[in-house]
């Protein structure tokens, strides 16, 4: 069987599971029916799902080396290590290639303060409780206030350009993250207002 | 627009589009061809230059952020023909083959020797992580220990 | 009254014969040399074959120019692309002229000096191929000095003697300058004897580069460095799918662009003109187009057809039965390699400046063959090729990147159309995407074993153009068959056993050529890692293995047998694993220089570390040691880069990745912190140094990473497989 067959099969073997598979999730709905009225989000699903996004984690991985692009694959050569205040080493740093600002003529993307979250702030590999929970928790966010946090998610333009995260190398514009920046800060100042309260799960 | 900067200790004034890459500038305009064009995008590190001391792609370092700002490239390593000592370990180890990344990885060394005197293999391996297609690595890594020692016979350089 | 037999400059020359692509053009016509035991013999030849020097010799005054100054201009067909061509050759002439070398610089001959060289600069044949007409030219221009001084002072030329660039009777002396200065006519003499070995004392020195300062100080001497005044910038579109045409271009807002001068199109490309370099680069991305498919490809489809078994079959060694024929109570071992589709990368794009003037057309740049350079110029221009005159720069990595140049037609037509000067080059993403990449292979190794003895061993194995379609005629391809460059390294050099290589050449729908080292690299990751296997296998050393199936008493073999003999003793060779270090060995045969390595591996927080290479290569003499280590280090590394990290991949049509870095390559942490290399002299000749070295360490490696972890790596790179 060529290889062009083997992934029609495949392909075919997909469609037909996950049919079977939505169709046991709801046997009452038919592929006629109206899409299913949204459930209203909570602000900390918004919140959860910008930070959850590759934008924010990219900088906030596991381990000493940032994720890059959509797919947050580790360039093995261009890794630069955290460091010790997440700038990248003594010669070789963030600076050494970000500037404060996107260029476009080459893809490499910048902002103010382009770094790497400290270490006690990895969110890579982690649940949304747990990402909340270690963001609220002075002993692992720098000794931050609520408000402090808040701040931080609403105003710090390395933050903010999640939505500005400009074209890449091929000149192609970088995903934004699926909620907007408008919705996302207010839902951070909602969430922080009304107690900052971490649901179960 | 027109940019203001002192490279290689000489005051320069040159009118670009501030977005374009200071690489560009500064070879075709300022006509200063050690500094390389390697890939574009700051991941080859041909292009290395100091920008105030620091060591910078810049292939992907527009124009306007050079303004007011202290600039060495490849021609300004030396004095005169007072070799720094980086060349002189380059020239003593006879590292170049094709010499195309060969500015790039000086600049690169250069920077790494102001912050750390006397590095380890590991702070070479760390730091240093320009590309050399000839793979000149082996000697690179000698001309690099060769150029912190004699660093430290001439404290002046 | 002269020394030698006379001969008037452009009366009377010595025949040259004119060669055709990679010099076999000759041994090639009549019907029945297409039957395989010929196509054996011309693949076997190509082996070790030295392609000689092909371009002129009869006039030495073509190569060697003596300034007014005393000084030495070395004009040389052969580029300088790292490989320190350069600085042999200045020790040669400087040897046998009796000058100090710093009397003489080397520079790029240009087309128009008349010294073409058909064979361009490749195959690792510079030194080698030019060891002797180089030295000839030399003694003769000696001659003819000695000769014209004599004439000048009015003595007898047996009174005179050379003397460091000035030649004396005692009493009266005059220094080359003077002898060359108003000369226009000079009588060339039949070739005098040439100086013994004892003689020469740059010969065998680590001489610095002649190059060096130049290359440290960032001097503008690269293609991509080239200009001339008034100059304009252009950018020409490239495609970034393969097998695919560009259609339906807009070029409205590209047109509207600041600085653009002018949008050039003809029926082979479009380009932007414009005042700067990155205004012609951003409006050329501003063109909008849309793309013909043939069809659609994947890597999937692509390693299909790159699968033993398809293409066009070619046994290029046949000794004795198959291995399933040799003995039926033998068993029949077999394992399955593959290698990925390599870049080139080297780091100058390719690009050309060229000046179009009144019928005249000069053109700088980075390129390993200047003569078809300049011929494919002028062709494309409709001019004949004296009114063509290509300047070659230091290339910024050749690695056979550079006997394409299509650039330097691109470059030229645009000066035409504007009337000034234009340099053209690739961005970084087009010169990945546009590549001419080492193609894949497949290779399938079987061995009949019985009793603990190798009964016969075959090597089948597919892959794509290397030297077809880059630099053969047409006509070998339908003569050979198998590509010659693809086959290199790929027969089994173990003898006294029935032994088989079978190529399949197999047509891809993207351009390949030439990778340094071209079939040499992957095929000896396969013989070399089964041989390996089989030594498991049969339990004994793989040295021991090696030695006892190299009976034969051909000089290459002889040689091989001291070359792995000494690099076991030298890194101390063992089978054991120790202190989580396992060591691996292979050896080649290529171009008739055998080299072994031996590497010293172990697994650090899972990825693969090279600790020490010690490499042995016999490359006959070595001109300049210290510039032969320096080739081999580089192979070395550059071979760790292509075997651990360097693939292609492809996914509709589109080749990836297109840029630095994340094309995954060994950079400075992933270079042995030993690389201890041995030189040994098994010839009294000059043999390749630059590519020979590549083709052990690949599978020195894989052989270490077997003993290390138990687990045989069947695929290059090997990082990607490593469990």
């Not at chain 2, 306007?64 to 023909?81: N, P, R």
């Not at chain 3, 200065?181 to 020195?205: C, Q």
């Not at chain 3, 110029?377 to 300047?391: F, H, L, Y």
């Not at chain 3, 040295?543 to 000494?566: G, H, S």
Request: overall charge negative; charged content about 25%.
């Amino acid at each position: 069987m060529n290889t062009k067959k083997t992934l029609y099969a495949l392909f075919l073997g997909i469609c037909l599971s996950s049919l079977i598979l939505w169709s046991s999730d709801d046997p009452t709905a038919s592929p006629s029916a109206e899409p299913p009225t949204e459930t209203k989000e909570t602000p900390f699903d918004l919140m959860m799902q910008v930070l959850t996004h590759q934008r924010c984690v990219n900088c906030h991985p596991a381990g000493d080396r940032p994720r890059k692009g959509d797919d947050s694959h580790i360039t093995r050569a261009l890794g630069i290590p955290r460091g010790n205040d997440g700038h990248g080493l003594q010669s070789i740093s963030c600076g050494t290639c970000h500037t404060t600002e996107n260029n476009d003529y080459s893809g490499v993307p910048g902002a103010p303060d382009w770094a790497l979250a400290p270490e006690s702030m990895t969110w890579e590999g982690k649940t949304r409780v747990e990402i909340a929970e270690q963001m609220m928790d002075p002993q692992r966010n720098g000794g931050k206030s609520p408000q402090e946090i808040m701040k931080h998610l609403t105003e710090h333009e390395l933050v903010l350009w999640a939505w500005e995260p400009g074209i890449d190398a091929e000149g192609l514009p970088r995903e934004k993250p699926p909620v907007s920046k408008k919705d996302f800060i207010t839902a951070v100042k909602e969430w922080i207002a009304s107690g900052a309260i971490i649901p179960e799960a | 627009m027109k940019i203001t900067f002192n490279i290689n200790g000489e005051p320069r004034s040159i009118d670009t589009d501030g977005e374009a890459p200071l690489l560009w500038v500064i070879r075709d305009g300022l006509n200063l061809k050690g500094t390389k064009y390697g890939c574009g995008k700051a991941a080859c590190g041909a292009c290395t230059i100091h920008v105030d001391g620091m060591q910078v792609r810049s292939c992907s370092y527009p124009a306007k952020f050079a303004e007011g700002k202290e600039i060495t490239t490849i021609e300004g390593l030396s004095q005169g023909d007072n070799l720094h000592p980086v060349q002189q370990a380059w020239i003593d180890e006879v590292v170049p083959q094709c010499g195309y990344c060969q500015p790039g990885f000086m600049m690169a060394t250069a920077a790494l020797l102001k912050e750390i005197p006397n590095p380890t293999d590991e702070d070479i391996d760390n730091n240093i992580i320009n590309v050399c297609r000839c793979a000149t690595y082996y000697r690179m890594r000698k001309a690099i220990h060769k150029a912190a020692a004699l660093a430290k016979q001439n404290p002046s350089e | 009254m002269s020394k030698g037999k006379k001969q008037k400059k452009g009366i009377k020359r010595r025949m040259f014969l004119k060669r055709s692509g990679v010099g076999i053009g000759l041994m090639i016509g009549g019907v029945w040399l297409t039957r395989n035991p010929i196509r054996r013999t011309i693949i076997k030849t190509s082996e070790t074959l030295v392609v000689p020097y092909a371009g002129p010799t009869s006039d030495p005054l073509l190569w060697l120019q003596i300034t007014p100054d005393n000084n030495l201009i070395l004009h040389s067909s052969k580029v300088e692309m790292g490989q320190g061509t350069f600085t042999g050759l200045a020790q040669i002439v400087a040897d046998e002229m009796g000058l100090p070398i710093e009397k003489i610089k080397v520079v790029h001959a240009e087309t128009k000096a008349g010294n073409l060289d058909p064979f361009g600069t490749g195959g690792s044949m510079s030194i080698a191929s030019l060891w002797v007409p180089l030295r000839e030219m030399a003694a003769t221009l000696n001659l003819m000095l000695l000769n014209k001084a004599a004439e000048k002072l009015s003595v007898n030329p047996d009174t005179l003697r050379l003397e460091g660039g000035t030649i004396t009777d005692g009493s009266q002396s005059l220094t080359y300058g003077q002898i060359v200065a108003d000369v226009t006519e000079w009588d060339i003499p039949s070739t005098p004897p040439l100086k013994k070995r004892s003689e020469y004392t740059y010969l065998g020195k680590p001489v610095p580069r002649v190059d060096l300062k130049e290359k440290v100080m960032g001097a503008p001497i690269f293609g991509i460095d080239a200009e001339y005044p008034d100059m304009l910038y252009a950018s020409v579109v490239r495609s970034r799918l393969i097998d695919a045409q560009m259609q339906n271009f807009d070029t409205t807002e590209a047109e509207r662009m600041p600085g653009v001068i002018k949008i050039y199109q003809d029926e082979d490309f479009i380009g932007v003109i414009a005042e700067t370099h990155i205004q012609a680069e951003t409006a050329r991305k501003k063109i909008k187009f849309d793309y013909n498919k043939n069809a659609d490809w994947s890597l999937a489809d692509i390693e299909e057809k790159i699968t033993v078994g398809n293409g066009n079959k070619t046994i290029v060694q046949k000794e004795g039965p198959i291995v399933e024929d040799i003995d039926e109570d033998a068993e029949i071992i077999e394992l399955a390699f593959r290698s990925s589709i390599g870049a080139h990368a080297q780091m100058e794009p390719n690009g050309a400046v060229a000046n179009y003037q009144e019928g005249n057309l000069e053109i700088k740049v980075s390129t390993q063959v200047p003569q078809l350079t300049q011929s494919e110029v002028a062709k494309a221009m409709g001019m004949s090729k004296k009114e063509v005159n290509i300047i070659p720069t230091f290339l910024g990595g050749g690695f056979g990147r550079r006997l394409h140049t299509p650039n330097a037609i691109q470059a030229a037509k645009m000066s035409k159309a504007i009337g000034r000067p234009v340099k053209s080059f690739f961005d970084r993403q087009q010169e990945f995407q546009n590549d001419t990449f080492r193609p894949p292979t497949h290779h399938v190794m079987k061995a009949a074993v019985k009793d603990g003895e190798i009964l016969g061993i075959e090597h089948q194995f597919a892959s794509g153009d290397t030297l077809f379609n880059s630099a053969m005629d047409p006509g070998i391809e339908r003569v050979v068959r198998a590509d010659i460059g693809s086959v290199r390294g790929g027969t089994i050099i173990y003898d006294g056993m029935p032994r088989r290589a079978t190529y399949y050449h197999v047509d891809l729908p993207f351009a390949t050529s030439f990778w340094r080292s071209l079939g040499l690299l992957a095929n000896a990751f396969a013989i070399e890692s089964f041989i390996d296997e089989l030594a498991l296998k049969t339990k004994q050393s793989p040295v021991d293995l090696r030695l006892q199936y190299m009976r034969d008493d051909n000089p290459y073999i002889v040689r091989a047998k001291k070359v792995l003999k000494t690099c076991a003793q030298k890194a101390g060779y063992t089978d054991e694993v120790k202190d989580g270090r396992a060591m691996g060995i292979a050896l080649t045969i290529d171009t008739g220089s055998p080299c072994a390595h031996v590497a010293e591996v172990s697994i650090v927080e899972g990825s693969i570390k090279i600790h020490k290479v010690t490499a042995v290569l016999d490359c006959g003499i070595a001109v300049n040691p210290d510039q032969v280590r320096a080739q081999v280090e580089g192979c070395v590394c550059m071979g760790i880069s292509a075997a651990l990290y360097e693939k292609m991949d492809l996914k509709e049509n589109k080749l990836f990745p297109i840029n630095y870095g994340s094309y995954d390559m060994a950079l400075m942490r992933d270079t042995p912190k030993e690389i201890d290399v041995v030189l040994i002299e098994g010839i009294d000749k000059p043999g390749p140094v630059g590519e020979p070295p590549l083709g052990p360490i690949g599978a020195a490696i894989s052989n270490a990473l077997r003993r290390l972890t138990g687990e045989r790596l069947t695929q290059m790179p090997l990082s990607a497989f490593i469990s």
